[in-house]
């Protein structure tokens, strides 16, 4: 079991920069693959990046490649998204989730974290 808890959500301009947090609990920490999806008001949760178990490759949609930057730290059980040139259509509730080892999906989420770009 994998409990996860997303912090770091805010208020931000247009331009401005965010950091996201998600702690885990759990043993499976170090061997899952972590990602970040998130879900603006009306549409479909999409993913936005995700990163293997010992942060040596990293994935991210083309909405959001070249401003956020995903990255973890195994010995903490954390892993955080750096957000960098915001832009309103990033407002959406951030969700940190966890694909276990020989899992084909994310099993574990978090509750979610709100992020606000105002233009």
């Known amino acids: 079991q994998v409990q996860l808890v997303e912090s770091g959500g805010g208020l931000v301009q247009a331009g401005g920069s965010l950091r996201l947090s998600c702690a885990a609990s759990?043993?499976?920490?170090?061997?899952?693959?972590m990602g970040w999806f998130r879900q603006a008001p009306g549409k479909e949760r999409e993913f936005v990046t995700g990163?293997?178990?010992?942060?040596?490759?990293?994935y991210y949609s083309d909405s959001v490649k070249g401003r956020f930057t995903i990255f973890r730290d195994n010995a903490k059980n954390t892993v955080y998204l750096q957000m960098n040139s915001l832009k309103p259509e990033d407002t959406a509730v951030y969700y940190c989730?966890?694909?276990?080892?020989?899992?084909?999906?994310?099993?574990?989420w978090g509750q979610g974290t709100q992020v606000t770009v105002s233009s």
């Open positions: 990163i293997n178990y010992s942060g040596g490759a990293t």
């Open positions: 989730a966890a694909r276990p080892k020989k899992s084909s999906e994310y099993e574990y």
């Open positions: 759990g043993r499976t920490f170090g061997s899952s693959v």
